[in-house]
């Protein structure tokens, strides 16, 4: 689970770059009414996951500017029209990616079944699982970070982002309820900060991990170092919210 914000900061001794404001994602209806229809539409929908399979690899990889609707298109064997009649315009597309990549994290959690389990060993097993789903979903992670170089100006016009999250703290904080019940949390934790706290140390596992390992020339990407990077962080959540 993410929503790990990075903020940047611009080199001692130089001014922070200027940024410019983003370009409003079209919205698809408007664009459905004003376009006429692509002449490919054998089945829409399939056209459309198809599209957005291949442009999560493309913003993933290229980010927002260095992205190119052209290769989209040639990938996915449609046209530059038809991803405009679909998705508005090129930030409509990256907008919506961006929810689909926070859809799928949160359709996956979902499944997880924590309320089925003692309270320790539900979040255990919902910081593992974070650990793992960032491991091997690194594009997942590219992706926030290129949206918190653009601020979060564009997701930040999403109309379902807030619903698509909503979820993860109700899980935290139904968990955590159980467990100070139980005597098992320590009582006075926000699960806001306890899903940010998880958030930070698996998020920073997977972006940090090549400059990090440059660094300090570490053998961080090992099944046995990533085996105890994943013990370790699920051990440090324990003991932060484990009652005395």
């Not at 914000?5 to 079209?26: D, I, M, N, Y």
């Not at 190119?68 to 409509?92: L, P, W």
């Not at 930070?200 to 400059?211: D, E, G, K, R, Y």
């Amino acid at each position: 689970m993410n929503e790990t914000v990075h903020s940047l900061q611009a080199p001692a001794g130089r001014p922070a770059a200027k940024t410019r404001a983003p370009r409003r994602a079209a919205s698809p209806a408007k664009t459905l009414a004003a376009a006429p229809a692509p002449t490919r539409t054998n089945d829409p929908a399939r056209t459309m996951a198809g599209i957005l399979d291949v442009a999560t690899t493309e913003f993933a990889e290229k980010g927002l500017s260095g992205a190119r609707i052209d290769e989209i298109a040639a990938a996915t064997k449609t046209s530059k029209r038809m991803i405009y009649y679909y998705f508005g315009s090129k930030e409509g597309l990256y907008l919506a990616v961006l929810e689909e990549s926070y859809r799928r994290m949160r359709s996956i959690e979902a499944q997880q079944n924590l309320d089925d389990l003692p309270p320790e060993d539900a979040l255990r097993r919902l910081v593992g699982f974070t650990f793992d789903h960032h491991c091997s979903n690194p594009g997942y992670i590219r992706l926030v970070m290129s949206e918190n170089m653009e601020r979060g100006s564009y997701l930040a016009q999403s109309k379902i982002i807030q619903e698509l999250n909503v979820p993860a703290i109700g899980a935290i904080d139904k968990l955590y309820a159980r467990g100070v019940a139980q005597a098992v949390f320590r009582p006075g934790l926000d699960p806001i900060d306890i899903h940010a706290s998880i958030s930070a140390l698996t998020f920073f596992n997977v972006s940090n991990q090549h400059t990090f390992g440059l660094i300090f020339k570490g053998d961080t990407h090992s099944k046995r170092a990533q085996a105890a990077r994943r013990s370790n962080i699920v051990e440090m959540i324990v003991r932060f919210m484990r009652a005395p």
